[in-house]
């Protein structure tokens, strides 16, 4: 209803008003007085014109033209809020931040400057396409849609995903199993109600999903400040490891925690076995009732034997796999592999590959138990 | 798709005193505006007709069929003769591999897309399909990919590691050309389209029929379409994500498949077989859907149980899933799997034996016609029983430890697919070439056509049995001298009397190829219902308008045409059969009662543009990526022009008044 | 032709004519009547020659007549609809859309036969896959593109193995004894197959498959590599050579005996010496010494992709090399072997490579250059993706004399 030469004056009204209480206040004396009735003089005359600016529609149209009175531009609705302002600014903010701190938040502050930006850019041009806002919203929707969707849909399974990781990083291993099930089982129930109550309304589900992404981004972000569950270093056996050479809390390391049993995906070529009063034999995959202290192993070939502890003590199985000359021809160590110490009753894969026939070894290739002595299934390398 | 509405009313500005400016979506933005031509080569480049469509998807497949047929003859003139030098090991290699990869991918596949794309929008009843644009996305796409795949016999060797594909053959320390780069790359190309293509038509089935369609009055071939849309839909990931695997094992240095890494190359064998074996049904359904049609019409009696065809045709869709390690008895997955997929195996052979049994007893106590599309409908019930018998051979698990890898197998599966897939889609051709056309394929070259390619088909995969169960392994350059054996029917004669029946084929073959110039350039015009049909393809002009129908087609039953033009009349004779109406009268009939308002999508320049993208990223993957990110760039560009496009042309172009003049005609090619 | 007609022999003489009139039956399917398959065709996997094939055969035989009859009534009955119903101007059918009764009993009929072909499958296929009542165990390595064969130590039959012996393409095992084949492969996925002992194994790196391996009587049974494994995969063949216990055991001792050094001073001195310097970087001979009597150590892992290249301490006790494609013996003498009867045929076998029987072209030619006779990826400047290594045998650039000097050499190498 205001028109834009109304607005003016009854601005400027204001202001001078406003100044003339200001500056009564703080000037004293005659000048004091003069000044103050000056600037009354002044609104009442800003307020006049104001009054006739608003009774001439600015002077250019006849004030009963009710139509362009509602057409005018300036009676349209004013443009949206618009965001980007705002994340322009906090990106700026950001980038600064991020210059004296972590280069991860100047990285996230450019992309969030860039996305305000061009959201900015695009949503100003929108406006100005036509005067219908609706047509406008539309064409900034063909726009911006095509990146939006993709991008946020993106963003929104990493969100959903990054936190669920760290849901299960951060519990147990075996609760971690159970977490998962029950998941899985309200997800696929919460859509079986969903399924089966066509008529939900859309507002209710829309308020199931959501409660239920920000429990999960929720509980994502305790987990993820409250970091990992513990994971047990493992190192890899050495060798010297497995000769027995080691210090006692290397070997503890290798040990710790060690699985107790396999899942075979294929046939070994054999089957070691400790037994109860810790003789050393193995069967050759194909004769069931032979026990061989020596293993014919081919070249080159990657070799799986499984390996039985049957013994009281915890064992491990070893495969030496021969001492070579250096390049600059001093003589070497004794390589080897071994399995981790097995509990009684324990199984464990010992997967290895001898590429040079036994003639090359200053060393035999074998199996040995370390701390079993005298006990040893030959390893033949033609 | 979306629809934007322009403004309902448009305000003035303030002061303006001309009219005030229209902004119409058509011109907002400045975008290019909708191509428009309807004849002309750019109605081709950037048609979204479903029709224009499906004859661009058989040109091209047929193309390639030519394609993969030379690399056949090649295979079979090298084996023509015992170490034969015709050609080198290497270029052997990659012969087989892309002559299985092309007929798969490129000829069966896209074929069958082709007859689907035509006819299953006009045998439902629909003016298109559900999203013509990714219709046509989806052909640009098998295009672009084919000529990509094909393209690495320039550019250092085709792929050499077959068409399974088994890794670690397939890793780039055993074979260092692109030539596996390439194959992996074009078959994800191709992948989409099937795979958008499978959407498409799933959606325009269960949400397009014509009024009073329901689904079990669909005809045969729209159903097994469907059903093969669905294992599309199940079966393209699968493989999608084993060539990922593959790809980036080796242009990225993974490790999926390195066994050193303590990885199983058998992980390959499964996601392959996953998808292979439905792979073959997909093949194989829609030429029983097309045969399931042809067999009634030239018998003059319904499809004989057709619920049974229709179930049938899903529990192989369903059961194929299950069977996939029969690929695999050799490979060692020990007595439980193998025995549990042997009978599975068997399994299957009970609905596909039902399909058989439903055809032979369609004819039984017909009035049979002998047509070119007949012969060839009763040549796949021949030929694939044939196969389908000694597929069951394989089914037994430890007799298929001797079978599998030698001809015997070879033989099976081109009886499969030669047989039942080639055939069945040869017997489409003679069928519909009157409605894509308006002109009917000569009969008498037809004839020829038929039988120089069945006596060809048995004349070459036949001996092949012999040679496999002799012992003749498949995929070898060269079969010597002194493991032929002797006697006159030595396998060295065998392998002269498949080499010969191969160039039967494919004078057959040549034999179609000047029958199709014959027509185009000499045939008359067809009559409108040639074959007196059954469905409701036919319930239009021959080709169909640009919109199919002037007024969509209310069904009533199964086999809606005929139902129109034949009535049950009481005569002395007790009840009988009478012609009522001749399908011109029908289609006057519903010509005279034409919809007032039809709308079509217009044509689009993007599919082709967005498609075009994909190989450029493609060759960037395989030589420098930089070229990926310009392929990117013109992918993302084409995603926009997508979206940003109006959603009409103008709307008087494709808005014509009942009985307008402005309804345009297609281009006819025959 | 003339052999045809000898009596019966070792290899695949067909034994009866109802097995080609059985087989014929089937194919007339197919239109071509099988008048005669090629006879002695030795891959042909209807002529069993041991337990575990015979087993296969007696499962396969009733189902490929099944599958004949079957195909013979189904396009009898469509030949005999097309001849009946041919419009002869009858009038137009009724509408009928089926017979549900006659359709349940059409899908329950083959539902019937193929539950009775399964039954005898699951059995067939546990007993084949059997690995605990072996009397021999072999280790059977493939790579590209030929077999090696790792004799473990201990028992192979009644035959007492005390080092391990190393072959390539021919494989030797005692008939009558139950013999287990471990299979695996250094490279690609390659498969092993004798059609007249047993159906195919996949040979898959990373994991051990086992086969069952019998033969009945002695005789030698060929087979080919069956599953693609790249360039030279049709080049890739083997054969199983079953000797009876007596002449297993000397095999065996053969294998084991010691190396027996050329005469100084004559051609095969110089061809020892030529070999030490040119082929023992891969190609092991065992006990070769050096000449200050260290032994020669032979390390293919640093050479070629798989990381072995054959053992030629007795190439002569082979018939054929480079993957088993090439015959060492001449035609005459290989087509005497192969046909021999099984009485006389571990004696002729045992006599390996004779001077008269040799076949020089084929190795001569090999030694001259091995890619030009079986394609291999050697080619010094395209190894990049191997790190230089060899998937195959390169060429050696060996002169003429050089090449006398080997072959006089590898002529002692029994």
């Known amino acids: ?382 | 798709m979306a629809i934007i509405e322009r403004p309902a009313a448009v305000p003035a500005t303030v002061g303006s005193v001309a009219a005030p400016e229209v902004v119409t979506p058509t011109q907002a933005l400045g975008v290019f505006r909708r191509p428009v031509s309807s004849s002309g080569w750019k109605s081709w480049l950037f048609t979204v007709d479903h029709k224009k469509l499906g004859i661009m998807y058989g040109a091209v497949a047929l193309f390639f069929f030519l394609v993969g047929g030379v690399e056949a003859l090649l295979i079979r003139l090298q084996l023509a003769a015992p170490d034969n030098t015709v050609l080198s090991a290497d270029q052997y290699n990659q012969m087989f591999t892309m002559h299985a990869t092309t007929m798969v991918f490129l000829f069966v596949m896209p074929m069958a897309a082709a007859f689907a794309n035509y006819f299953l929008p006009l045998q439902i009843g629909a003016r298109d399909v559900a999203f013509p644009r990714i219709n046509a996305l989806g052909f640009w796409l098998f295009l672009f990919g084919g000529l990509f795949l094909n393209s690495s016999w320039l550019l250092g060797g085709a792929a050499d590691g077959g068409w399974f594909m088994y890794s670690p053959n397939s890793s780039a320390l055993f074979s260092p050309s692109h030539g596996i780069d390439f194959w992996v790359l074009g078959l994800q190309i191709t992948g989409i389209a099937s795979l958008i293509g499978a959407l498409n038509l799933i959606v325009t089935v269960l949400n397009m029929r014509a009024p009073g369609m329901k689904l079990m009055q669909m005809p045969v071939f729209t159903w097994m379409v469907l059903v093969v849309q669905f294992l599309l839909l199940f079966a393209m990931p699968v493989i999608t994500v084993a060539l990922f695997l593959l790809s980036f094992q080796r242009n990225f240095g993974a490790t999926f498949f390195d066994v050193n890494q303590g990885a199983d190359p058998l992980l390959w064998q499964h996601l392959f077989w996953i998808f292979g074996h439905p792979e073959v049904y997909i093949i194989i359904l829609p030429s029983f859907g097309i045969i399931s049609e042809v067999l009634p019409t030239f018998a003059r009696k319904p499809l004989f149980g057709y619920k049974f065809v229709v179930f049938s045709g899903a529990a192989i869709g369903f059961v194929g899933w299950g069977v996939w390690a029969h690929h695999m008895f050799a490979s060692g997955l020990g007595p439980v799997s193998v025995a549990v997929f042997s009978v599975a195996t068997m399994l299957i052979a009970i609905p596909t034996g039902v399909k058989i049994v439903n055809w032979t007893l369609t004819l039984w106590g017909g009035k049979l016609w002998f047509t070119t599309a007949m012969l060839y409908a009763i040549g796949v019930i021949v030929l694939f029983t044939i196969g389908g018998v000694s597929g069951v051979t394989h089914a037994v698990a430890p007799s298929d430890t001797q079978q599998t890898d030698t001809y015997h197998i070879v033989a099976h599966f081109h009886y499969v697919i030669v047989g039942g897939a080639v055939m069945g889609l040869f017997s489409g051709f003679y069928y519909w070439w009157p409605k894509m056309f308006g002109k009917m394929l000569s009969e008498r070259l037809g004839k020829w056509n038929f039988w120089l390619m069945f006596f060809g088909v048995n004349l070459t995969f036949g001996p092949m049995h012999i040679l496999g169960l002799q012992g003749q392994p498949r995929r070898m350059v060269v079969w010597p001298e002194k493991l032929t054996g002797d006697g006159f029917f030595d396998m060295h004669f065998w392998n002269q009397v498949a080499s010969v029946g191969s160039f039967v084929i494919g004078l057959g073959v040549l034999i179609f190829v000047i029958n199709i110039f014959w027509t185009w350039k000499k045939a008359p015009l067809a009559p409108l219902d040639p074959w007196d049909a059954r469905t409701l393809e036919w319930i239009t002009a021959s080709p169909p308008k640009e919109h199919n129908f002037d007024r969509i087609p209310t069904v009533h039953a199964l086999d809606e045409f005929f139902h129109r033009k034949y009535e049950e009349m009481d005569t002395e004779d007790g009840p009988r059969l009478v012609k009522v109406k001749s399908a011109e009268e029908v289609l006057a009939e519903e010509e005279s009662h034409a919809d007032a308002h039809i709308h079509l999508p217009s044509p689009s320049y993007w599919p082709i543009v967005l498609s075009a993208a994909l190989p450029i990223i493609a060759y960037g993957v395989i030589y420098n990526l930089m070229l990926s990110v310009i392929g990117t760039a013109i992918l993302l560009l084409a995603v926009f022009g997508w979206c940003l496009e109006p959603s009409v042309a103008d709307d008087s172009d494709y808005d014509p008044p009942a009985g307008g003049d402005s309804t345009k005609e297609l281009a006819t090619l025959g | 032709m003339d052999r045809s007609k000898e009596t019966v022999s070792t290899l695949g003489r067909m034994p009866s004519t109802r097995r080609h009139w059985s087989r014929a039956a089937l194919l007339t399917s197919v239109g071509l009547m099988l008048a005669g398959c090629a006879n002695n065709a030795p891959q042909d996997i209807f002529e069993p020659k041991g337990e575990n094939s015979k087993k296969i055969d007696t499962l396969q035989r009733p189902v490929f007549y099944i599958a004949g009859v079957v195909a013979l009534i189904v396009i009898g009955v469509v030949g005999y609809a097309m001849w009946k119903f041919k419009d002869r101007g009858q009038d137009i059918p009724e509408q009928t859309h089926g017979n549900p009764k006659l359709e349940i009993a059409l899908t329950i009929l083959p539902a019937i036969i193929l539950a009775g072909i399964s039954v005898p499958t699951v059995i067939t296929v546990f007993q084949l896959d059997k690995k605990t009542d072996a009397e021999c165990i072999i280790n059977v390595t493939g790579q590209q593109w030929w077999w090696e064969y790792d004799y473990a130590t201990g028992q192979c039959g009644d035959v007492k193995i005390d080092k391990p012996i190393v072959t390539a393409g021919e494989l030797v095992i005692p008939e009558k004894t139950n013999v287990l084949l471990r299979i695996t492969s250094r490279d690609v996925i390659h498969s092993y197959w004798i059609p007249a002992l047993n159906g195919k194994r996949d040979a898959v790196p990373g994991r051990l498959h086992t086969l069952r391996m019998q033969a009945d009587q002695p005789g030698i049974y060929t087979g080919q590599c069956t599953e693609f494994c790249g360039l030279s995969h049709s080049r890739m063949r083997q054969a199983a050579v079953a000797l009876t216990a007596g002449d297993f055991q000397k095999w065996v001792d053969n294998q084991m005996k010691d190396y027996v050094a050329p005469e100084a001073g004559s051609l095969a001195a110089e061809g020892e010496a030529v070999f030490t310097a040119n082929c023992s970087k891969c190609h092991q001979i065992n006990d070769l010494k050096n000449a200050d009597g260290s032994p020669v150590l032979s390390e293919p892992d640093l050479y070629v992709v798989p990381g072995v290249a054959p053992n030629l301490s007795h190439l002569m006790n082979r018939t054929a090399f480079a993957g088993w494609t090439f015959d060492l013996l001449t035609d005459e003498c290989r087509v005497k072997l192969w046909n021999a009867k099984p009485a006389d045929f571990g004696a002729m076998y045992l006599k390996g490579i004779t001077p008269e029987c040799f076949e020089q072209v084929a190795l001569r030619d090999w030694l001259r250059n091995p890619p030009g006779m079986k394609p291999m990826f050697v080619d010094p400047n395209n190894l990049s993706s191997t790190g230089g290594k060899y998937r195959g045998m390169p060429n050696l650039n060996l002169k003429p004399d050089q090449i006398d000097q080997l072959i006089a050499y590898l002529l002692g190498r029994n």
């Open chain 1, 1 to 382: 209803m205001f028109t834009t030469g109304s607005k003016l004056f009854l601005g400027a009204t204001a202001l001078s008003i406003v100044s003339a209480i200001v500056f009564g206040a703080s000037v004293g004396g005659s000048a004091g007085m003069l000044g103050t009735i000056g600037l009354i003089s002044v609104s009442v005359v800003f307020a006049f014109l104001a009054g006739i600016n608003l009774f001439t529609r600015d002077g250019n149209l006849a004030a009963t033209e009710s139509d362009v009175e509602r057409n005018a531009a300036a009676a349209q609705a004013g443009v949206g809020r618009s965001m980007w302002p705002l994340a322009a600014a906090l990106g700026a903010g950001g980038l600064v931040v991020g210059t004296i701190s972590k280069p991860v938040v100047f990285k996230v502050s450019f992309i969030v400057l860039l996305a305000a930006a061009a959201e900015w850019m695009v949503q100003g041009f929108s406006e100005r396409v036509s005067a219908d806002s609706k047509y406008n919203e539309g064409i900034r929707k063909r726009l911006l849609h095509p990146l939006e969707f993709p991008l946020l849909a993106s963003v929104g399974a990493a969100v959903f995903i990054y936190s669920f990781s760290r849901i299960m990083l951060n519990i147990d291993k075996d609760a971690g199993r159970w977490v998962f099930m029950v998941i899985g089982a309200i997800i696929t129930a919460v859509g079986f109600v969903f399924a089966a109550k066509r008529g939900m309304g859309k507002s209710t589900v829309a308020g199931i999903i959501t409660v239920g992404a920000l429990a999960l981004v929720g509980v994502g972000i305790a987990s993820a400040v409250s970091g990992q569950h513990p994971i047990e270093p493992h190192p890899a056996a050495t060798a010297a490891v497995c000769l027995g050479t080691a210090s006692e809390v290397q070997i503890e390391e290798v040990d710790a925690k060690a699985s107790q049993s396999v899942a075979a995906k294929s046939n070994p070529l054999a089957n070691v076995y400790l037994t109860s009063d810790e003789q050393l034999y193995a069967l050759n995959t194909g004769i069931g009732n032979v026990q061989y202290h020596e293993i014919t192993v081919p070249r080159s070939n990657a070799v799986h034997v499984l390996f039985h502890n049957d013994s009281a003590e915890p064992r491990r199985l070893t495969v030496h796999l021969g001492t070579f000359k250096a390049k600059d021809g001093s003589e070497g160590s004794e390589e080897a592999e071994c399995t981790t110490a097995l509990e009684k009753g324990g199984t464990a894969f010992l997967s290895f590959k001898i590429n040079k026939s036994q003639l090359a070894s200053s060393t035999p290739y074998r199996l040995t138990v370390p701390g079993v002595e005298d006990q040893e299934i030959k390893l033949l390398v033609p």
